[in-house]
Each structure stands twice: as structure tokens, then as C-alpha cells.
């Protein structure tokens, strides 16, 4: 149960777009679309962002978007604000019936 | 709106056993697999154990199995988290969640620290 790979943190402008990758393998990532991202602020519980890997839960803005590629799945922020500035986290569902979480990213408003 | 309302965090001593609980509402209990995920202070997400919505089955951690044991009761709308053997490695906010595959809501937390 080694957890899915994610920079520890990136940085972008405000209005640029911004990709974070969540990196696992094919026993998770790999294996099926069950990957979901979470934004999480100091002092709060993580909130759905995407879920099976490119859906948005109704009331998450169009600039967050998922999408994967073989073992590696992205969140892209588009349009980047100052309140975008928290930790994401990805995870995924696993052959094994359980899930695993990244390591989280910490995204930097500059 | 889904609500999902932990409780039962406390300070324990090393070795010693606590029962947190989450209370649910707003949504088909029943219909839903949960989980626990646990938070260190200041540091990531750890996925802890889930439960099926029948309750038939259920699946852990490595560093909690054989430790931690979830149950839920359909006709209360409550999990449940037994924590035996309790290691000062289990101190994390310790979230309920519901989720088919992956968590999506999550409820707000409640602290364990294991100290002596």
C-alpha cells in the first residue's frame, strides 16, 4: 500500500493554469477510473474537487479539471486565484479493495 | 446536505483502546460504503479502513489491520471505528466519510493522541 507519488508542492500566477500529477501504479491508477482529487485548507476537512478521474461534483468550478494517462493522473486549475491556494491530494481505488491517498501538493498562489 | 458528525476522540496512553463514532444524515445511509481516513497534524491523508453497506465486508490499512476494527449500524445511520493497541503513530484527526469507491463527503473530524 505505497502511496500514489505527488510533487510536494507547485506554484502559478494568478490567471495561469496549473497541472499537478498524481503518479501510481497498475494496481490503482492503472487499474481502474476511481481516481478522485480533494482540496484541503488549514483546519478543514478535504472537499471533492473531481471524481473517476475527470467528473466535477455539482457546485466545483469549471477551471478544475481531471484527466489520466496510464499510471499518472492531472489535475489542471485553470484561470489560477489567490483562494486556490491549499493542499490537493489525490487517491485511488485499488485492486485490493482499498484506497490510497497522494502524498498531497501544496499549491502556491505567488 | 449530507452530514456526517464524528465523535469519541480523546487522549489515550499507549496501548490502550478507543471507539469513535460518526453520525450520519441527509443521505441513503444504507446505500453507501464508508470509510475512515486519518490526518496526522500538519502532515497528509492516510486511507484507514472501509466498510460495504451491508456491513458483509470490510478492508484496512497494513498499519491498522489486525488493530482497528469498522462496523456500522444501518438502523442507527452510524460507523464505527474500534481502536485497540493504540501506538503513538495512530495520533491523527480521524475523518468519516461515504464514498461507492473513493470517499467523497467527509465529515469534519475528531483528534486522537495516543501519549503518555
Known amino acids: 500500500q505505497s502511496a500514489l507519488t505527488q510533487p510536494a508542492s507547485v506554484s502559478g500566477s494568478p490567471g495561469q493554469s496549473i497541472t499537478i500529477s498524481c503518479t501510481g501504479t497498475?494496481?490503482?491508477?492503472?487499474?481502474?477510473?476511481?481516481v478522485s482529487w480533494y482540496q484541503q485548507f488549514p483546519g478543514e476537512a478535504p472537499r471533492l474537487m473531481i471524481y473517476?478521474?475527470?467528473n466535477r461534483p455539482s457546485g466545483i468550478s469549471h477551471r478544475f479539471s481531471g484527466s489520466k494517462s496510464g499510471y499518472t493522473a492531472f489535475l489542471t486549475i485553470s484561470g489560477l486565484q489567490a483562494d486556490d491556494e491549499a493542499h490537493y491530494y489525490c487517491s485511488s481505488y485499488t485492486i485490493s479493495n482499498t484506497v490510497v491517498f497522494g502524498g498531497g501538493s501544496k499549491l502556491t498562489v505567488l | 446536505e449530507v452530514q456526517m458528525v464524528e465523535s469519541g476522540g480523546a487522549v489515550v496512553q499507549p496501548g490502550g483502546s478507543l471507539r469513535l463514532s460518526c453520525a450520519a444524515s441527509k443521505f441513503t445511509f444504507e446505500s453507501y460504503t464508508l470509510h475512515w481516513v486519518r490526518q496526522p497534524p500538519g502532515k497528509g491523508l492516510e486511507w484507514v479502513s472501509l466498510i460495504s453497506w451491508d456491513g458483509i465486508s470490510s478492508y484496512y490499512a497494513d498499519s491498522v489491520r489486525g488493530r482497528f476494527t469498522i462496523s456500522r449500524d444501518n438502523s442507527k445511520n452510524s460507523l464505527y471505528l474500534q481502536m485497540n493497541s493504540l501506538r503513538t503513530e495512530d495520533t491523527a484527526f480521524y475523518y468519516c466519510?461515504?464514498?461507492?469507491?473513493?470517499?467523497?463527503?467527509w465529515g469534519q473530524g475528531t483528534l486522537v493522541t495516543v501519549s503518555s
Open positions: 497498475s494496481s490503482d491508477v492503472g487499474a481502474y477510473n476511481y
Open positions: 466519510a461515504k464514498g461507492v469507491t473513493t470517499p467523497d463527503y
Open positions: 473517476e478521474v475527470s
